[in-house]
């Protein structure tokens, strides 16, 4: 019997036991934390634009808001959200897909929330489902949450860290049932070319595996245009694409994201999720659709994001390429460097953990350790911050790394 005086002991569920915290969420509240302790903190390792929701998704928000924009909606989101999101969908689609309709998509409480509905809906016990890695730390726990089996596949140095087509039937067996895909990647800020994009979508399609492909990160875009499953895909039939307004539109807090899946699939992450959050936050549906809506107002604010996202991107390589640095990933969309910390720190996790926790605490700089990546080398460091900041804390990185090898 537990006293008032006694603490509780908890014994999580079979369905949780085995649940990691976020990396990247706990790197914040660290980061958080030694800032209201008045510790002047670099903080580098969050992952969304430190830019404000521009101003005419604002306005449009209060004026759903004075029109009476607080109740429920359907769960699967306002019809002229997902209009919009059909329509931005067909205007990548390549001509022989057949195009996007508004009941083939699913808005939810952001990104995060659409990809878990979609592993929820589409794997389950006994299925293997293939990872690229370094991968987004939450991918693994969703499809661990699906109960089925997350498998890595490890990306070559020499292709940024990108997985083909070879590397992923190699890694398949006769439980594979899906692939959970990231073009542009977090946390390496790579990007599939069109033909290894291609080949890769065609091989899943051969094999019959189900994709889900993120898409997040996809128009902020340096080098070359980010391409979409929907350009290159030989078939919309086992496909999933997943996008929001996160990072595009510095929506992050809004928190809206969709999935665009085939009618039954659809179907059924509308129903599960209709048992678990029911509708996103209506106000922040409307915001969306303005954001969606309204080309002539999105484009140049997300042209001059791009643009200042760029102009960090460089400043940080020019630092990097003079002297003794660590080995970087080439960034091409983003706001992320993945920085090779192999030799520089030592620690249960791989180097880049115990790196990550040296320069937290020794040098007031906050990043992600590769682990939480599944790479554990690597050091994410984002460039979501002010430029004096994200080329001040490059530095302090590249002096920590400098003294840890020195004193391997």
């Avoid at 979409?228 to 510095?250: I, T």
């Amino acid at each position: 019997m537990t006293t008032a005086s006694s603490p509780l002991v908890f014994t999580p569920s079979a369905n949780i036991a085995q649940l990691r915290e976020s990396a990247t969420i706990a790197a914040s509240a660290r980061a958080k934390a030694l800032k209201a302790q008045g510790k002047p903190i670099i903080d580098l390792g969050v992952g969304e634009p430190d830019f404000d929701t521009p101003l005419f998704i604002r306005d449009a928000a209060k004026l759903a808001l004075d029109q009476g924009a607080t109740r429920y909606t359907a769960t699967e989101g306002i019809l002229p959200l997902r209009e919009q999101v059909a329509r931005h969908a067909n205007r990548l689609r390549a001509p022989h897909l057949p195009p996007v309709m508004a009941n083939e998509v699913v808005v939810g409480a952001g990104t995060k929330q659409a990809l878990f509905n979609a592993c929820f809906a589409l794997f389950g016990p006994g299925d293997d489902v293939l990872i690229p890695v370094p991968a987004w730390t939450s991918y693994f726990e969703m499809v661990a949450l699906a109960r089925a089996n997350p498998v890595s596949v490890m990306g070559r140095r020499a292709d940024n860290l990108l997985v083909d087509a070879d590397q992923l039937a190699k890694a398949a067996t006769e439980r594979t049932t899906g692939l959970m895909l990231n073009s542009p990647c977090n946390p390496t800020a790579a990007v599939y070319d069109r033909a290894r994009f291609t080949e890769i979508l065609q091989l899943a399609h051969e094999r019959g595996w189900w994709v889900i492909s993120d898409e997040i990160y996809r128009r902020l875009a340096y080098d070359f245009p980010a391409a979409s499953a929907f350009e290159v895909a030989p078939s919309r039939e086992r496909l999933v694409v997943v996008d929001g307004v996160a990072k595009s539109y510095a929506m992050t807090g809004w928190r809206i994201g969709w999935a665009i899946a085939p009618r039954p699939v659809a179907h059924a992450m509308a129903s599960f999720q209709s048992h678990t959050t029911s509708n996103p936050a209506t106000v922040s549906q409307h915001a969306a659709v303005a954001a969606l809506a309204r080309d002539d107002e999105a484009e140049p604010a997300i042209a001059a994001m791009v643009t200042e996202f760029r102009k960090r991107r460089d400043a940080c390589l020019a630092i990097l390429a003079d002297g003794n640095a660590p080995p970087v990933v080439h960034p091409a969309v983003a706001f992320y460097l993945f920085l090779d910390v192999a030799g520089a720190a030592d620690g249960p996790d791989g180097a880049g953990m115990a790196f990550a926790a040296r320069l937290l605490e020794e040098q007031h700089v906050a990043t992600v350790g590769g682990a939480a990546f599944g790479a554990p080398d690597w050091l994410r460091m984002s460039t979501a911050a002010p430029l004096a900041d994200v080329t001040e804390g490059l530095r302090r990185i590249i002096a920590l790394w400098r003294a840890g090898r020195a004193g391997q």
